[in-house]
């Protein structure tokens, strides 16, 4: 107690002086004015945030709580008249959260690094519960920027080109997101006549598969990859803890796990990558897009990471490559992205969509990047921002978009609950489809998008399921069950709708060598964000697309484990699934802690688990190809051949050759998720000894460059799989 008083003492000594010495007049803007009032008391502050933890006395958080009162006083006192509203409303924050402990977005403040995990508050922007929003009849002055409604000085759409509804955001649109519920002005519709389908039935499967607890992921699992060298990469942003330290002393926010020795060692980054996007370039090395600002009260080693381009190299030749760090020479984006998506195109070149500016307010477009780039296929952005229609249009959820290629090298692009087919050569919409019923599907409610499996049956035609999402950002919003279906290039390309057995949002699909999808992850109740999340759902879903309509869907194993926010899920060589991740709260928290707001019910997850898909259990696990050779593994698409030789058990009675491409995982996302069915030749039923011939597709546009894995497959049981480069 006598420590906190003293502290109090000097803190108030030092801001008379300051106020003295330290004329406003030096300070020319609200933000440069938090920003340098923090920085110069960071000695001062991080001891008081330091008996801010949970675990010191009750009347000295209380005196601490005044100190920091305080702190929030003399911003008050020294910022010119008017700043502190234009801060407020540019930032969409509260004030008292700029110089929260561990702020991972738009931050101002400073504070103590803790050697253990502790609790903060959310510093990412909450859009909240649509109740929240506040009515206001409308002035019938018409918008000159797009924004609308309460929050914008209570303006209409008028003949805005994007529509006439004023969503309950505040941006004009003529989608069911603007004109359905919740909105403000214009030809406003209400509720959805038709709702989307609510849960249906999905019976046990016969054989579930089975989770097991195999090791510890050593950082957070925020992003994830499997590498050509069979290692999974996990990547997370700059913490105030994790397992594993570097050499320099400091945390590791990445990590390379070995999955045959469940081990982890840490890896080194240069910028904080706090919700980055992601792909394979051509040539094999994984790259990060984007993140958020540094925290140099907590790490001064890391650096800036909103226009970061991250570059991580693996082989499955060269193991020296092994647990090197990532390269980061100083490319960067031509503009900051804070949860950006990327796609591979058919020459190797990367397409990067969306983001946030400066990881503030979505509501208000200045904070918001609707625009997409082009990085070469070495990695390096051609420098250009192309502003993007479906992104501006359905802000504040623009964020994170689907995105999957097409046969025709056309983009499928899906943002909120609005989707087209988007040519990046000419920058136009090719065409647009009807919104998908049911609540939104993308962030902060996200849920999953996979591109079924591409086969020459049907000419390589794209089929694509989206399932879950949610209402809004809130711990209080209902999810979604429904799922709907569409083949984007057929000539009446519509919804078709389905239905999990229950609501979930974060809820991700992976494609599996059978053919089949496993759905895992997510929660029931709540959305995307720290302590946003209740009810978590544990069971695994198996999707079946080649079966009739209601017939799709049966129920997995359960783990025992929640996978909230910042959870990932990805197939491995040996064909089982990596499940890893949860970290709902702003700084690792270990150990739940009750009543709190935001919820710290569900805490930091380092525990690994192993997914058992069904084709591998029992007896299953003893049939699997073996000895498998590839006449090359430099493979290219332009329906040209390779020889693939293994033995198998007696009695098997047909196979399919799966080409395999798992991509950047994050957020419920897939990033250049897709997996091929190859055509092939020489099979012999029964045989144990098989050679087959084996065609790649006919073009890049099925099989962007980069490496993949091939999954010979017999009788549903897959053979342990092999790294390719389609080049």
Request: charged share 10%.
């Amino acid at each position: 107690m006598a420590n906190a008083v003293l502290i109090t003492a000097i803190y108030f000594a030092t801001l008379i002086v300051r106020l003295i010495l330290e004329p406003a007049v030096r300070l020319t803007d609200g933000v440069g004015i938090l920003r340098h009032t923090v920085v110069l008391d960071v000695c001062l502050v991080a001891p008081v945030r330091l008996l801010l933890h949970r675990q010191a006395l009750q009347p000295v958080r209380h005196l601490a709580l005044m100190v920091v009162a305080v702190h929030l006083l003399e911003v008050l006192l020294v910022m010119p008249t008017g700043h502190m509203a234009d801060v407020a409303a540019n930032m969409g924050i509260a004030a008292t959260q700029l110089i929260t402990n561990g702020c991972q977005s738009g931050c101002t403040g400073a504070s103590s690094t803790a050697a253990q995990p502790s609790s903060s508050s959310s510093q990412e922007p909450i859009l909240g519960s649509p109740t929240s929003t506040s009515a206001a009849a409308p002035t019938g002055k018409v918008t000159t920027d797009g924004t609308c409604g309460a929050g914008n000085g209570n303006t209409v759409c008028g003949n805005w080109p994007q529509g006439s509804c004023c969503s309950m955001y505040g941006f004009c649109g003529s989608t069911t997101s603007h004109c359905g519920s919740g909105c403000q002005s214009g030809p406003c519709t209400g509720p959805i006549v038709v709702p989307a389908p609510g849960p249906s039935p999905a019976p046990a499967a016969p054989n579930p598969g089975a989770f097991n607890i195999v090791g510890q992921s050593g950082v957070p699992a925020m992003h994830a990859g499997l590498m050509p060298n069979g290692q999974v990469i996990f990547l997370d942003k700059l913490e105030n803890y994790t397992q594993i330290k570097l050499g320099d002393g400091q945390y590791a926010y990445s990590s390379e796990y070995d999955p045959a020795t469940n081990t982890a060692v840490g890896i080194a980054y240069k910028t904080n990558a706090f919700c980055s996007g992601g792909a394979f370039l051509p040539d094999g090395r994984w790259l990060s897009l984007g993140g958020n600002a540094p925290l140099d009260f907590i790490d001064p080693t890391i650096g800036d990471g909103f226009t970061a381009i991250r570059y991580l190299d693996r082989s499955s030749t060269d193991a020296s490559l092994n647990g090197q760090a990532w390269s980061e020479p100083g490319n960067k984006l031509a503009s900051a992205r804070w949860y950006a998506s990327a796609q591979t195109m058919p020459d190797g070149t990367i397409f990067v969509a969306s983001g946030s500016l400066n990881g503030l307010d979505p509501t208000v477009p200045a904070n918001n990047n609707p625009t997409w780039e082009i990085l070469s296929n070495q990695g390096i952005t051609q420098g250009v921002n192309t502003p993007m229609d479906i992104l501006a249009k359905n802000q504040p959820y623009y964020m994170y978009p689907f995105i999957h290629l097409l046969n025709d090298g056309t983009l499928f692009v899906f943002v909120s609950k609005s989707s087209e087919i988007f040519n990046v050569g000419t920058n136009t919409t090719v065409k647009t489809f009807a919104d998908l019923p049911g609540d939104y599907r993308t962030y902060p409610n996200t849920g999953g998008s996979v591109l079924l499996p591409l086969s020459s049956a049907n000419n390589w035609a794209p089929d694509i399921i989206i399932c879950g999402g949610g209402a809004y950002q809130d711990i209080t919003s209902p999810t979604d069950p429904s799922c709907g279906r569409i083949q984007p290039l057929a000539a009446t390309a519509d919804w078709e709708m389905d239905s999990m057995p229950e609501g979930r949002g974060m809820v991700e699909g992976t494609l599996l060598p059978d053919g089949t999808v496993i759905w895992l992850n997510g929660c029931n109740k709540g959305a995307q964000g720290f302590g946003l999340a209740s009810n978590p759902t544990y069971e695994a879903l198996i999707y079946h697309p080649t079966q009739p309509l209601g017939q799709r869907w049966t129920t997995g194993a359960t783990s025992t484990i929640a996978r909230l926010y910042h959870s990932v899920a990805l197939l491995l060589l040996d064909g089982t699934l990596m499940v890893a991740g949860s970290n709902p709260v702003q700084m690792p928290v270990l150990t739940p802690v009750p009543n709190q707001v935001p919820s710290e019910d569900y805490v930091t997850e380092f525990r690994v688990e192993i997914y058992t898909p069904p084709y591998l259990q029992g007896a299953n696990a003893n049939r699997r190809p073996t000895n498998v050779v590839l006449s090359s593994k430099t493979l290219v698409a332009n329906g040209s051949q390779f020889t693939i030789t293994f033995n198998c058990p007696a009695g098997a009675k047909a196979v399919t050759i799966a080409l395999y491409h798992g991509g950047f995982v994050t957020h419920n996302l897939h990033m250049n998720h897709r997996m091929l069915f190859l055509d092939n030749t020489g099979w012999v039923a029964g045989s144990t000894t098989q050679t087959l011939t084996v065609t790649m597709p006919p073009t890049h546009n099925v099989a962007p460059p980069g490496p993949y894995v091939v999954y010979p497959t017999v009788d549903t049981v897959p053979a342990i799989g092999q790294f390719v480069s389609v080049s």
